[in-house]
Structure formats: C-alpha cells, structure tokens
C-alpha cells in the first residue's frame, strides 16, 4: 500500500523531536556525511569518482561551504588484487590470499573526503587538550570477505588521522576478528600523544591496500579483502541525540538491510581464491 504525503503551506513545526522526510531514517540536524552503496548505480565507478554525500544539505548548514567524497584506486598488480562491485553493490577489494610480497604492490583503494566537513570536524572534536568539545558518532558498514593476518601489524579501515598516535578516531581490523559482515561504531574519542592537526590529517571512509594507515607494516602481513557498504557521521553536540542512540538506530537500519527484503540481502561475492 502506497503512503500519502501531505503538503501544508504557511504553516512551520517547531517541535524538533517531529519525524522529517528524508534520504534516510538517520538522517538529522548535525548529519555530516552518508555515503550509502546501494544508492550508487552502475559497475564500479571510475577511479576519481565522486560518491553522492546523503547529508549535504544538512551539512552544509554546519560546515559552511562544500566538500568532496572521491572514491580512488589503483591495481598496479592484478595478480594481486582487483577491484569489483558486488551484486548489491558493495566495493570489494580482493587480495590474493595467503600472499606477502615485499614491496607490495602500489594496490589501493580509498573514499576521502576533503573540504569543508573535515574542516568542521578538526575544528570541534573533542581535544586532547580540551579547547574543542563536541561529540561525534562514525559508523562504518563493511565485509570481511578474507581475513588475512595481523601477526605484524593491524589492518586501518577507516580513519580521520595523520598518524597511529594522533587520531580523531579509527576504525582496525584487531587480531581475532573473523571473516564476515561487520558495522563498526566509534566516537571522536582519539587517544595517543598528541592531536592531530588540520592541514596534514586525511579523513578516509574507508581503507583497502596499500594506502593511508593500512600500508602500516603491510609488507609482512598477509591483507585482507573487504567490500564497502555504508559510512555515516553525525555531530551529537548539534542533534541532541547520544551515542547510544544513534547506534540504535545505525544498528536497527542495518539489520534490516541485511535482513530478508532489504536492500543487502543476499548478497554475495566471489571467494578471493577464485579470482586469481
């Protein structure tokens, strides 16, 4: 059964707990980035690419001016690794199992973004040295199609970082994480020595390959294969909402996504030993 819309002239709500139409149920005041695969149509998009940001608009409002989510790649050794879409629409990088090779190849794949989110969000995190304050929630919703091993080093899937010890926060493939579906949440609560500063700190959805925090020590590890589906952000200062909240949310919609009728189920990807 279809639902109905209604459209009232003149008249304004200001009750900010009312439910609001849009690209999605997460979507809030505060909401900075939504980068959501199934809405990305067609085979994998060319190395460069700009992926649609779901809470630009809402974003905008915060961050005062535009930015850029860029989906980028490189296999300069297809007997290595290769880059595909799933059939739901998940980016899977795929490495060849079991394989360590010095120098690994210059195999990549990365989702940045630049501009005027990331300048908000260095600029309001909560700081080590406590001149910024406002909370924020990350999520990432990703495959784990190969392992791999961490025996030398842990694997960075997503980060807003300049170095391992000086973090707003990151997303890490520990030892003794299995193959499988995976939604990661975190807050800006960065640890280590210092904080990181605006102009040498990239922001990386996600991570695959030798790029960013994932080249660490990636010579003497075997790395993993993965697929991308989903990253959201939000400033919980701004919302209102906490972050236990919003996980509930996050964790709600992405059960339902995997779930029977939803727009992830049943999707499937070749095993890495298969495609080499």
């Not at 979507?27 to 700009?50: A, F, Q, Y």
């Amino acid at each position: 059964m279809a639902g109905l819309k209604f459209v009232l002239s003149g008249v304004k709500f200001t009750d900010p707990n009312l439910p609001v139409l849009g690209a999605d149920p997460i979507l809030t005041n505060g909401s900075l980035i939504l980068v959501d695969m199934s809405k990305v149509d067609g085979s994998i998009p060319v190395s460069g690419s700009l992926l649609s940001n779901l809470a630009e608009d809402k974003a905008k409002v915060l961050a005062g001016g535009s930015s850029t989510v860029t989906l980028s790649y490189g296999v300069a050794d297809t007997g290595v690794s290769k880059v595909s879409r799933t059939p739901k629409g998940g980016i899977y990088f795929a490495n060849k199992p079991e394989v360590i090779t010095n120098p690994f190849p210059a195999n990549y794949l990365k989702i940045e973004v630049l501009g005027a989110i990331k300048d908000y969000i260095m600029a309001n995190y909560k700081s080590l040295d406590k001149s910024k304050n406002h909370d924020f929630y990350f999520s990432l919703w990703m495959e784990i199609a190969y392992v791999g091993s961490s025996t030398f080093g842990v694997s960075q899937l997503a980060n807003i970082s300049n170095h391992n010890v000086a973090k707003v926060y990151y997303f890490e493939r520990a030892v003794g994480l299995t193959a499988g579906r995976v939604k990661f949440s975190k807050k800006a609560d960065q640890y280590g020595s210092s904080d990181p500063t605006n102009s040498n700190t990239v922001w990386h959805l996600f991570n695959a390959g030798k790029v960013g925090l994932n080249s660490y020590k990636i010579e003497e590890r075997k790395p993993e294969s993965t697929i991308f589906y989903r990253y959201y952000a939000e400033d919980l200062t701004v919302s209102g909402r906490t972050f236990d909240q919003v996980s509930a949310i996050d964790q709600a919609l992405y059960d339902a996504a995997f779930s029977q009728g939803g727009k992830f189920f049943g999707d499937n990807y070749s095993n890495p030993a298969s495609l080499f």
